[in-house]
């Protein structure tokens, strides 16, 4: 499975940037998605993480109620929508597919297969 992130960019604080991941190669639609961050001179850490039917999602705390992840398995796509961004938003965006570890994982080592990554950037 390979994964393409794209949506990345400069925004305002307080504004709104949406990620698109998309997958080829194989279909995402039974597995657990992911999305992590990796600000400069940071570890990557974990965002969102969304169930294989959409039902199910689970966010870090440092973005709850301004992130939203979502997905649309027929596009075998994946969604990050981000309000109320803040500079400490600011990082490169991954995506990832969890083939085998646990159910909405929040750790690294449960995703198989990564993206490239989007930059994402907030500053006025």
């Known amino acids: 499975v390979q994964l393409v992130e794209s949506g990345g960019g400069l925004v305002q604080p307080g504004g709104s940037l949406k990620l698109s991941c998309a997958a080829s190669?194989?279909?995402?639609?039974?597995?657990?998605m992911g999305w992590f961050r990796q600000a400069p001179g940071k570890e990557r850490d974990f965002v969102a993480a969304?169930?294989?039917?959409?039902?199910?999602?689970y966010y870090a705390d440092s973005v709850k109620g301004r992130f939203t992840i979502s997905r649309d398995n027929a596009e075998n796509r994946v969604y990050l929508q981000g309000n109320s961004l803040k500079s400490e938003d600011t990082a490169v965006y991954y995506c990832?597919?969890?083939?085998?570890?646990?159910?909405?994982?929040?750790?690294?080592?449960?995703?198989?297969?990564w993206g490239q990554g989007a930059q994402v950037t907030v500053s006025s």
């Open positions: 190669g194989g279909s995402i639609g039974r597995y657990d």
């Open positions: 969304i169930g294989s039917t959409g039902q199910s999602t």
């Open positions: 990832a597919v969890n083939l085998y570890g646990r159910a909405w994982s929040n750790a690294e080592g449960d995703y198989t297969y």
